[in-house]
């Protein structure tokens, strides 16, 4: 099992900037790939970006160039800085992780409980 605690969201002013913060622990060593899903108010989960073991890095088209995924190597912590933010990246953020579960790829997604960040004036 991997458990995953998110913080840092909160209320910020448009172009303002929020960093989030995921604290996994469990069977950390499983994880292969982590990342950040969002849902605002009324619409589905969305990904806004990811990070594999490997390093490589994914972002949702709407948030390149803004926002920064990083973790720890040892893949204790996770973070989402988030720059000029805009009133639509107001969501509930998700940090989750996927873990192996088997020799033949299998994998299993843990999710965090959530963090809500509001773009507002």
Known sequence: QVQLVESGGGLVQPGGSLRLSCATSGEISSINTMGWY?????????????????????????VKGRFAISRDNAKIMMYLRMHSLKPEDTAVYYCYADSLVNAEGATRRHWGQGTQVIVSI
């Open 38 to 62: 969002r849902q605002a108010p009324g619409k589905g989960r969305e990904l806004v970006a990811s990070m594999a073991n490997s390093g490589n890095t994914n972002y949702a088209d709407s």
